[in-house]
């Protein structure tokens, strides 16, 4: 299998190398040039194991990894996940079931990803030899589940950007208690979108990205966005066989990461009934499906922070596909865009999705509705998940965190903070974060002083 650039202007590469480099050469981001048809396969899965599962779909696509290698990937991977079923579906009433993606290291759906991907990395290491500089931007949750998947890895530094006091206390705890030497959170001043576009712009200096090895573990690197389809696979098969066609899964998302990856899924014959995109305050992807207009608004922090984006950066792969795989076409526009901020589709209709935008006044009541009627407990993002939902439609909601990294919602919601072991650990570490400026010659001098490079 290859992997060719939506932006058409690098050559196609493996598997190991697309996640190497996480962002491909033209500033393009990696897609397979072409996808196993699993519509006749995929009923006879329905009975693996989470682990079985995801090495029978990844082994389409990781085809210059041994089958040991990749089994051995999987199978660590998915070793620290507090939950037997790893993602068990937990029914709420007749139509709609909870996918619970927080029983990982970090309570959060990225453990599903870059547990895995720090294994890729490590074989990667192993394979040529070569050091690699991890680097990424957080709104929260992928910079802890990014550290914690690197951990203990030999020949790997990590860097994580975050905007400074725009993650919840706890997620910035699990960034900045580790204690590892190589790891470095790096908290600058602005919000995520500031974090990410720096990121992109050392990612487009070619010449520093092989000095130093650098790879994203961004959901840009696409082995993120396969092993995130695998959690859909596995729901899907675990319901009756009659619904599958029917169930519209409910993503709260921002980077448009996590419902792309459920979209893949239909470019393999796997029937969904849809996929609804559910964004905070900060709902650039809502109005751009209301309205085709693509545009870069202010962002406004809120009880949601991991959705607070307004450049949501997997769109893009989403264009390739909407503009007929015209990577000219998805050029022109990525062009624009960056150049004015905004983006107008005279057609923008994308069958198969809805969506819908939370405010901060409704998130809290939300938890509490849940709560009373369901007697079921979500963090702020899975609320924003159930505005709007028909209470007579077949629904896969997806919970990306555990409630208890988000205490002060609960208070605002006059309820009870939930707590979690693995949080309540480190209210008692002392945190270490550095200060760097947004500029992307700071974060870059800071990243060579701490590789001692000059």
């Given at each position: 299998?290859?992997?060719?650039?939506?932006?058409?202007?690098?050559?196609?590469?493996?598997?190991?190398?697309?996640?190497?480099?996480?962002?491909?050469?033209?500033?393009?981001l990696y897609l397979p040039e072409h996808y196993p048809d699993l519509s006749g396969v995929a009923s006879s899965w329905s009975g693996l194991s989470y682990e079985?599962?995801?090495?029978?779909?990844?082994?389409?696509?990781?085809?210059?990894?041994?089958?040991?290698?990749?089994?051995?990937?999987?199978?660590?991977?998915?070793?620290?996940?507090?939950?037997?079923?790893?993602?068990?579906?937990?029914?709420?009433?007749?139509?709609?079931?909870?996918?619970?993606?927080?029983?990982?290291?970090?309570?959060?759906?990225?453990?599903?990803?870059?547990?895995?991907?720090?294994?890729?990395?490590?074989?990667?290491?192993?394979?040529?030899?070569?050091?690699?500089?991890?680097?990424?931007?957080?709104?929260?949750?992928?910079?802890?589940?990014?550290?914690?998947?690197?951990?203990?890895?030999?020949?790997?530094?990590?860097?994580?950007?975050?905007?400074?006091?725009?993650?919840?206390?706890?997620?910035?705890?699990?960034?900045?208690?580790?204690?590892?030497?190589?790891?470095?959170?790096?908290?600058?001043?602005?919000?995520?979108?500031?974090?990410?576009?720096?990121?992109?712009?050392?990612?487009?200096?070619?010449?520093?990205?092989?000095?130093?090895?650098?790879?994203?573990?961004?959901?840009?690197?696409?082995?993120?966005?396969?092993?995130?389809?695998?959690?859909?696979?596995?729901?899907?098969?675990?319901?009756?066989?009659?619904?599958?066609?029917?169930?519209?899964?409910?993503?709260?998302?921002?980077?448009?990461?996590?419902?792309?990856?459920?979209?893949?899924?239909?470019?393999?014959?796997?029937?969904?009934?849809?996929?609804?995109?559910?964004?905070?305050?900060?709902?650039?992807?809502?109005?751009?499906?209301?309205?085709?207009?693509?545009?870069?608004?202010?962002?406004?922090?809120?009880?949601?922070?991991?959705?607070?984006?307004?450049?949501?950066?997997?769109?893009?792969?989403?264009?390739?596909?909407?503009?007929?795989?015209?990577?000219?076409?998805?050029?022109?526009?990525?062009?624009?865009?960056?150049?004015?901020?905004?983006?107008?589709?005279?057609?923008?209709?994308?069958?198969?999705?809805?969506?819908?935008?939370?405010?901060?006044?409704?998130?809290?009541?939300?938890?509490?509705?849940?709560?009373?009627?369901?007697?079921?407990?979500?963090?702020?993002?899975?609320?924003?998940?159930?505005?709007?939902?028909?209470?007579?439609?077949?629904?896969?909601?997806?919970?990306?965190?555990?409630?208890?990294?988000?205490?002060?919602?609960?208070?605002?919601?006059?309820?009870?903070?939930?707590?979690?072991?693995?949080?309540?650990?480190?209210?008692?570490?002392?945190?270490?974060?550095?200060?760097?400026?947004?500029?992307?010659?700071?974060?870059?001098?800071?990243?060579?002083?701490?590789?001692?490079?000059?």
């Amino acid at each position: 299998m290859q992997y060719l650039s939506t932006r058409g202007g690098s050559e196609p590469v493996g598997f190991c190398e697309a996640v190497s480099q996480g962002l491909a050469p033209d500033g393009g981001l990696y897609l397979p040039e072409h996808y196993p048809d699993l519509s006749g396969v995929a009923s006879s899965w329905s009975g693996l194991s989470y682990e079985n599962l995801c090495f029978e779909f990844l082994k389409y696509f990781a085809t210059d990894l041994s089958e040991k290698d990749l089994h051995g990937a999987i199978r660590s991977a998915y070793s620290g996940f507090s939950h037997p079923e790893i993602a068990p579906l937990v029914r709420l009433n007749d139509y709609w079931q909870v996918l619970e993606l927080f029983h990982g290291p970090t309570l959060a759906f990225k453990d599903f990803a870059l547990q895995l991907l720090g294994n890729f990395y490590e074989l990667q290491i192993k394979r040529t030899g070569r050091e690699l500089c991890i680097l990424g931007a957080t709104s929260g949750d992928t910079g802890a589940a990014a550290i914690s998947g690197l951990l203990g890895k030999s020949g790997v530094n990590v860097f994580i950007l975050y905007p400074n006091g725009k993650v919840s206390p706890l997620q910035e705890r699990q960034m900045t208690c580790t204690g590892a030497d190589n790891v470095f959170p790096l908290a600058i001043e602005g919000t995520f979108d500031d974090a990410q576009s720096t990121v992109k712009e050392l990612f487009g200096d070619l010449s520093f990205r092989q000095s130093i090895g650098l790879s994203a573990v961004n959901s840009i690197n696409l082995a993120r966005i396969l092993a995130q389809s695998v959690y859909y696979l596995y729901a899907w098969l675990r319901l009756d066989p009659s619904d599958r066609h029917n169930t519209t899964f409910v993503v709260p998302t921002g980077n448009f990461g996590n419902v792309f990856a459920g979209w893949l899924l239909t470019k393999m014959g796997i029937e969904i009934g849809g996929f609804r995109v559910a964004t905070n305050q900060n709902d650039v992807l809502h109005r751009l499906f209301g309205s085709g207009k693509y545009h870069l608004g202010e962002v406004f922090p809120s009880l949601a922070p991991s959705m607070d984006i307004q450049v949501a950066s997997n769109f893009e792969r989403l264009l390739y596909y909407f503009l007929g795989q015209n990577s000219d076409h998805v050029n022109e526009v990525m062009s624009k865009f960056r150049k004015t901020g905004s983006y107008t589709f005279e057609k923008f209709t994308l069958q198969g999705f809805t969506s819908s935008s939370t405010n901060d006044v409704e998130i809290p009541e939300l938890i509490q509705k849940i709560w009373s009627e369901n007697n079921y407990l979500v963090d702020p993002h899975t609320a924003c998940a159930f505005k709007e939902l028909s209470s007579s439609s077949k629904a896969v909601i997806l919970a990306t965190a555990h409630p208890a990294k988000f205490p002060q919602v609960f208070e605002k919601a006059g309820m009870t903070k939930p707590t979690s072991p693995t949080l309540e650990a480190l209210l008692n570490c002392k945190p270490k974060k550095y200060s760097v400026g947004s500029d992307p010659m700071d974060v870059r001098s800071f990243i060579l002083d701490k590789l001692n490079r000059e």
